[in-house]
Nanobody, 115 residues
Framework: QVRLVESGGGLVQAGGSLRLSCVASGSIYSFNTMGWYRQAPGKQRELVARITRGGSTTYADSVKGRFTISRDNTKNTVYLQMNSLKPEDTAVYYC?????????WGQGTQVTVSS
């Protein structure tokens, strides 16, 4: 069974930092892009950042300069380092893995930033 399991969410004050992790387990197609999306209450799910197996990255304009995505291919793990957090970053953060054969989502982890 293929699974994505996120961890690292929580409550933090504005200006603080959090690091999210997502581990993919099971039969994973190697050539994939892993990423983070988020969904705030009443809003659509949006891309936060994604990274290809080769390390090419894409960021939403709202997080550029504050968030950093990285991955460890040997561990099938993707990370999201979030610095200078703002209340508007509050959302459920979802891990995603996409390839020619798979489009997988994690269960989500809550990030809450207090002002």
């Amino acid at each position: 069974q293929v699974r994505l399991v996120e961890s690292g969410g929580g409550l933090v004050q504005a200006g603080g930092s959090l690091r999210l992790s997502c581990v993919a387990s099971g039969s994973i197609y190697s050539f994939n892009t892993m990423g983070w999306y988020r969904q705030a209450p009443g809003k659509q799910r949006e891309l936060v950042a994604r990274i290809t197996r080769g390390g090419s990255t894409t960021y939403a304009d709202s997080v550029k300069g504050r968030f950093t995505i990285s991955r460890d291919n040997t561990k099938n793990t993707v990370y999201l380092q979030m610095n200078s957090l703002k209340p508007e970053d509050t959302a459920v953060y979802y891990c995603n893995l996409v390839s020619n054969l798979q489009n997988l989502w994690g269960q989500g982890t809550q990030v809450t930033v207090s002002s």
